[in-house]
């Protein structure tokens, strides 16, 4: 049970590296753009969940309280996209490791007014209904820590060879420069030793012209 329980501790330090989770609340002038972007690995699971908070409690949403919504990968493959809404969510597996971009756009009005958005946005293990595994009566307790425990190792394998294909990418990448630097280090020196020999071969020629030598 201690070791169980050391495990989950040590987990949990990792988890802020393997999962991101953001949770934020801003305005959006009518007219304007906002995007969100966050790195994620490919087939990692990601959650999000939007709604443009109502300026009249208790009525319906007015149009000028309505937005536009989408979610695009690193190659612009729309993964959502809802149209002068006020809520919404999207869940995706990512087909692809990079920037993944939620944009938020307000249609212009006249006046001007500003949309304040609650959204929250989850990736990796932090996008896992753990409360809806972890129903009462369906599993005990230490087999739904076990069950956590075991993704968050996996999210942190699975990170940990994505650093490494990374670095030997860096690698790869610092011996091709090197290379070539080394090749136009000789060319560089090529070119000034024949200059400096033709320089010499002139200053002879000249010097045997005026009878010098």
């Not at 501790?9 to 990792?14: D, E, G, I, P, R």
């Not at 020999?197 to 009878?211: A, D, N, S, V």
């Amino acid at each position: 049970m201690a070791a169980i329980a050391h495990l989950l501790l040590l987990a949990s330090s990792f988890l802020s590296i393997t999962t991101v989770t953001l949770s934020m609340r801003f305005d959006l002038q009518s007219g304007t753009t906002k995007c969100i972007s966050e790195d994620i690995k490919s087939n990692a699971m990601t959650l999000g969940k939007y709604f443009v908070v109502n300026p009249q409690e208790g009525s319906p949403h007015p149009d000028t309280h309505k937005v536009t919504v989408r979610v695009s990968s690193p190659h612009g493959s729309n993964y959502h996209y809802s149209d002068h809404v006020h809520s919404g969510n999207f869940a995706f597996t990512a087909a692809e490791t990079g920037d993944y971009t939620t944009c938020f756009w307000a249609r212009e009005h006249k006046p001007a007014t500003t949309v304040s958005i609650e959204f929250d946005w989850r990736t990796g293990v932090a996008a896992t209904h753990w409360s809806s595994v972890a129903k009462k009566g369906q599993i005990q307790t230490m087999e739904f820590e076990l069950k956590r425990l075991y993704a968050t190792v996996t999210s942190i394998h699975d990170e940990m060879f994505q650093l490494r294909e990374r670095e030997e990418e860096m690698q790869q990448l610092n011996r091709a420069t090197n290379s070539q630097m080394a090749t136009f280090g000789f060319l560089s020196l090529v070119v000034c030793l024949s200059v400096a020999g033709m320089q010499l071969w002139h200053l002879k020629t000249f010097f045997e012209r005026k009878k010098l030598l």
